[in-house]
Every structure is written in C-alpha cells, then in structure tokens.
C-alpha cells in the first residue's frame, strides 16, 4: 500500500471513530448521577439557604415582625417553573436521543455550542486555553525525549558502571516524585517562596507582554515557562530513561548484535544501524500518548500551582460543574488531535524501520 493510500485510508476512519467515541461517552454521561440542571439546582439552592440564614439571623435583632417579613421564600422549596425554565434553556426539556442529534450535528459543523455557566462559545473557550496546553505540552515533551533518550542509551552502553548506577538511582527517585511535589519545591527555590527571585511565579506573560518587541515577547512566554516545564520534564523523563534503557539492554544482548560485532562491524554502526531502529520502536509508540497526555491532562496540577488557564484545567472544572458543551467539546479535540497523532506515530514507526511497511501497519 502506498503512503498516499494509507494516509486516506486512516483519515476516512476519523469520522466513524469520532463518532463512535462521542456516542459512548454521551450513554455514559446520561447514567451518572446528576448534571448541569441538578448542579445549577443545587448551586441556587444553597444561595437561597445561605439568604434566608442571613435574613433570620438580621430578624432575629430586629424583633419576630422582621422575620417575618424578611423570610425567603425560596427557602421553602424551587419554584416548578423555575426548574422547568432551566430545563428548557439548557435543552433538557427534549428526550435523550433527540439532544444527541442535536449535538451530534453541530458537531458535524464544527459547532461545539456555547458553555452553559460561562455563556461563551466552546470553540473560542479552547482556542483561548489552547496555546497554554501546546505550551506546556509541546515543551515537556520535545525536552523529555530530548533528555530521556540519549541518556537512556548511554546508561544502557555503561551497564554496571559507576555511572548507570548512579544514574539509573537518580532517575528512579526522580520517578517516584510526584510532579506537584517537584513543582513545589521549584517555587520555592526560584520563585521567590523563600530562596532566590529568579522565575516569575505564575502565569504565561507578564503585564505589559503586548506592548513589547516580538524578540521581547518570545523571551519573555519562554521564561515564564521554564518553571513549570522543568516541573513536567523531572518528573517525567526517567521513566522513559529506564525504558529506553532496558530496551537497548534487550536488543544489544541479542543473537544478530553480538553476529554483527562478530564480523567486525564498527560499534557505532551496529548501534545506530540495527540496535536503534528495533529498540526505539516501542518508544515511538508511546509517543503520542505521551504528547496528547502533556497537552490535556498531564499539566493539570502544572496548570493550578502556576496560574496557567489551559484545557486540563478547563476540563476538570466542565466535569465538576456538569457543563456537556465544554465536555464534549474538549472530548472531540481530545478524540481528533489523538487520531492523527496516532498516524503521526505510524509514519514515524515506517521512518525509522522501513521493513514494517504500511500493510503491516494496516493489519
């Protein structure tokens, strides 16, 4: 099968999967325990409790005339009108099957509908919360490789030496810190917590960031940044050091590298040119896991310690608050940027070992 072939074969399958995915998780989102009218209700009727605490304890100074007059009358229960209006504003007031087609077309239309406690347009929620997310998550992921590979290699080309012991004991304390701990410490020390002033505390720019130069600019987002991609980096490089590591122990200890050293081949040749290409398979594969879970969910606790406004964060409080718009919103994004980076990641795999060929990976 050609590239050209394979590339629309996998990009006809994004819509059937989308799909499938968003029906999926619309049954399950109709079984849970409340939602966006319920938590609406509830946020209301502890407004009006909290009133008519306050109304009975001013009544209470002022004499029984005043509380009686001033008595909440919400507090005796939520007008059945009033429930029926939220319903119907929120769409809850049509059948189940009938709310899906209605979301499933604008859908189609690339119409991701309007957030039912921010009254703003989903699209442009996540096209404001978007660059934070490929910030964090482009940065921690290109450094994570970019560490965690070649030091996995040479860990792997030292086995047994001061310098894998060493190493790989850093590495699996580094693993067993949570990233928020690790965050926490780096304020600490750089943030002006209680050491040096270095980094700035929190946010993506600083105040004024629009009236600067470009170059200005530029140094100034990265700057803002090195913190919290630090945080992501430690914490998640030395889990794919010690793969990558035990990957290239497996491959260099196998029949056809020890043939190849036999014959006399240059070790660097047999390193890159055979051990390489079969041990970096798996690594690949994860690639973009790794990416697409930088980019929506593995920054969240980044995201709140440094006051960065992205999708993990924009998630997590649609999911508290039951807002469906931006749920299902952020699942599409979710679902598209994790199809074609998962195509990105089979063109990679034929990349680097040309034998697999896309047949193989269309089977």
Not at 83 to 100: K, M, T
Request: proline share 5%; charged share 15%.
């Amino acid at each position: 099968m050609s590239l050209a072939r394979y590339v629309l074969h996998r990009l006809l399958l994004v819509p059937p999967t989308l799909l499938a995915i968003v029906a999926l998780n619309f049954a399950v989102a109709q079984m849970a325990p409340g939602g966006p009218v319920e938590h609406l209700l509830a946020t209301l009727q502890g407004e009006v409790q909290d009133a008519a605490e306050r109304s009975q304890g001013a009544a209470a100074l002022e004499g029984p005339s005043a509380e009686s007059a001033l008595r909440y009358r919400g507090s005796e229960g939520m007008d059945p009108r009033l429930v029926a209006e939220i319903e119907r504003q929120f769409g809850f007031d049509r059948p189940a099957h009938e709310r899906f087609l209605l979301m499933l077309g604008r859908l189609l239309r690339f119409d991701l509908g309007t957030s039912l406690f921010l009254d703003r347009p989903v699209a442009a929620l996540l096209w404001e919360r978007l660059p934070v997310s490929l910030s964090l998550g482009l940065w921690s992921t290109l450094l994570t490789y970019l560490l965690a590979v070649p030091l996995g290699i040479a860990l792997a080309l030292r086995r047994g030496g001061r310098f894998d012991r060493a190493a790989t004991l850093v590495t699996v304390i580094a693993h067993a810190i949570p990233a928020m701990v690790i965050a926490v410490v780096l304020l600490v020390l750089f943030a002006g917590g209680r050491f040096w002033q270095v980094f700035p505390p929190g946010g993506l720019v600083s105040e004024g960031w629009q009236d600067m130069a470009w170059p200005a600019r530029i140094a100034d987002w990265l700057w803002h940044l090195c913190l919290p991609v630090a945080a992501m980096v430690i914490a998640g490089f030395s889990s794919l050091a010690l793969l990558t590591r035990n990957l290239f122990l497996e491959e260099i200890g196998k029949t056809y590298v020890l043939l190849a050293r036999a014959k006399g081949l240059a070790p660097r040749r047999v390193l890159f040119g055979h051990v390489f290409r079969n041990a970096m398979l798996i690594v690949i594969a994860g690639l973009p896991g790794a990416l697409l879970g930088m980019l929506l969910g593995g920054g969240v606790l980044i995201e709140a310690l440094f006051g960065l406004q992205g999708l993990g964060l924009l998630g997590i409080d649609a999911a508290l608050s039951r807002d469906f718009p931006v749920i299902f919103g952020t699942l599409w994004l979710a679902t598209l940027l994790g199809l074609l980076l998962h195509l990105a990641s089979d063109l990679l795999y034929v990349a680097v070992d040309p034998r697999i060929g896309f047949e193989a990976r269309r089977g």
